[in-house]
């Protein structure tokens, strides 16, 4: 398995939403953008990211072949033994990153932080092999990132903060309905559209924000704007439309991070999280987001 192949199996695009994500866990736990602690996590959380993403092609070998068989494993670049061993290796090893960046800290013990990556490398695991005609899979798709968040403040905290615990539901409305979509995108259309009104709540959320905190409306705006592009293209349903709305919607998590971390007064991290929705669009031109 050379760089390349490496690079698209794991959709490295898509992992700047990851580190926004980390960032929320942290800073709305009480950690800062200075930690020492939050380079380990972010490599740690994209080693989990980029395993799932090797082992849902390794699973989805024999779909793929009938499918997308451009895709490296039916096209025959690489075997799906070897993306099999390479996912479960990444896993592994954002467990022990994991388990490193929570040691160490005064009155806040590790294993919750490490128990968290256990479930997270679980719930990925079952999505990645369980996910093809599985109604459920939107909810776990949505738990994968829900633990991410959670994985991270819990490397600070052994309590989590309400805050945490809301931005939590939040990211995990946008991937249900997210998920939904992005599990018809091979079909190029989209059925039922009723699960997108799980995208409403984040906006609902940011709403409510925002009357406390006027600076969450230019991230409530922009997020708002994703979701209307994004609900533009699934309603024209031209030829790639559905799978354009797709990678929108992934880059929007970063959006909606910072809308989140705005919304706690963290304005500088709420800015990084925007630069990663935009480093996350201009990177999925160089590499598919799906």
Not at 44 to 64: E, I, P, R, T
Not at 85 to 91: P, Q
């Amino acid at each position: 398995m050379n760089l390349s192949l490496a690079v698209r199996l794991g959709r490295i695009s898509n992992l700047p939403t990851v580190w926004t994500n980390v960032l929320v866990g942290v800073v709305l736990a009480g950690g800062k953008l200075t930690d020492p602690r939050l380079a380990l996590l972010l490599l740690a959380l994209s080693l989990f990211y980029v395993g799932g993403m090797f082992l849902n092609d390794a699973f989805d070998h024999g779909f793929d072949a009938k499918h997308r068989p451009e895709r490296p494993i039916p096209s025959g670049q690489v075997s799906a033994r070897e993306v099999f061993i390479a996912g479960f290796g990444l896993l592994a090893l954002g467990m022990a990153g994991v388990m490193l960046a929570s040691r160490g800290q005064t009155g806040v013990h590790s294993w919750p932080a490490f128990a968290s990556s256990v479930a997270l490398a679980a719930a990925i695991v079952y999505y990645d092999a369980h996910h093809k005609d599985n109604p459920l899979s939107p909810l776990i798709m949505g738990l994968c990132r829900v633990l991410v968040v959670l994985t991270a403040a819990l490397t600070l905290t052994s309590t989590l903060p309400t805050v945490v615990l809301v931005a939590a539901v939040a990211l995990l409305c946008h991937l249900i309905g997210l998920t939904y979509i992005a599990k018809q995108e091979h079909l190029d259309r989209i059925g039922s559209l009723w699960p997108l009104c799980f995208l409403a709540l984040p906006v609902a959320y940011g709403l409510a924000l925002s009357l406390s905190t006027p600076a969450v409306w230019p991230a409530l705006a922009l997020y708002v704007c994703v979701l209307v592009y994004s609900l533009y293209l699934l309603r024209r349903r031209g030829r790639g439309d559905v799978p354009r709305a797709v990678v929108t919607l992934i880059a929007g998590m970063s959006v909606l991070d910072s809308m989140m971390l705005a919304g706690s007064g963290h304005f500088i991290a709420a800015l990084v999280a925007v630069a990663a929705f935009l480093l996350t669009l201009a990177l999925q031109r160089w590499v598919s987001g799906t």
